[in-house]
């Protein structure tokens, strides 16, 4: 199956400073990529879908200034998490979707995912 | 909020037992994907289902799908304790891709 890698895995940062986290999918390329957040136990929020070569479109209540998306290529997309504060440690995880035409196109494949403590 | 929604939030059961666990969704879908959530990790992809197919099967895996009741369901047969993970149900919220996932079904598959 198609493989997606998220950099770094966890992080630990002062409160404050900016974070970024990568998301590439490894073995195909795609368009759109798609940002989660997930708290403990509890299911995956969507919060920006990343569009190669565009700008990323948000979720409702999701701070655009805060997460900073960036699609430079069709295997990279990075989120910044800026001026991070404790509230802000989560689960991160990306999902990538196929660029392929048929049924490959329709199933995301996700990322590892990226834990973030903010101290 | 959520729109796929799965019962029962947990379930645990013996090895070799089945396990099934059911997701409802509110609006029209393309398709309904499940997928499994070890600890901490990332999501693994298991099956998707397309509004026009009612039953998909992969190894030990059963999906069943009802449009008319807005409903899917999982059955995992012969569980192993390599099962023991969180599932959750998704569906397409536009032609985009985005996905909506359900709360998860907490499963515990016990030696």
């Known amino acids: 199956g198609a493989v997606v890698s998220q950099h770094p895995s966890r992080v630990i940062c002062k409160s404050g400073t900016s974070v970024k986290i990568e998301c590439r999918s490894l073995?195909?390329?795609?368009?759109?990529m798609f940002w989660y957040r997930q708290f403990p136990k509890k299911s995956l929020m969507l919060m920006a879908t990343?569009?190669?070569?565009?700008?990323?479109?948000?979720e409702q209540g999701v701070e655009k200034d805060k997460f900073l998306i960036n699609h430079a290529s069709l295997t990279l997309s990075t989120l910044t998490v800026t001026s991070a504060h404790p509230e802000d440690s989560s689960f991160y995880i990306c999902?990538?979707?196929?660029?392929?035409?048929?049924?490959?196109?329709?199933?995301?494949?996700f990322g590892p995912g990226t834990r973030l403590l903010v101290l | 909020s959520q729109q796929g929604e799965e019962d029962p939030q947990a379930l645990s059961i013996q090895e070799g037992e089945n396990a099934t666990m059911n997701c409802s969704y509110k609006?029209?879908?393309?398709?309904l994907q499940w997928y499994r959530q070890n600890s901490g990790r990332g999501l693994v992809h298991l099956i998707l289902?397309?509004?026009?197919?009612r039953e998909k099967h992969s190894g030990r895996l059963r999906v069943t799908l009802d449009t008319s009741k807005k409903s899917s369901s999982l059955l995992i047969t012969a569980s192993r304790a390599a099962d023991t993970a969180s599932y959750f149900c998704a569906t397409d919220k536009d032609s985009w891709g985005k996905l909506q996932f359900g709360a998860g079904t907490q499963v515990v598959v016990t030696p």
């Open positions: 609006t029209s879908i393309n398709n």
């Open positions: 289902i397309r509004s026009n197919e």
């Open positions: 990343s569009n190669e070569g565009s700008k990323a479109t948000y």
């Open positions: 999902s990538a979707r196929h660029s392929g035409t048929g049924g490959r196109q329709e199933t995301q494949y």
């Open positions: 073995d195909f390329q795609a368009t759109t």
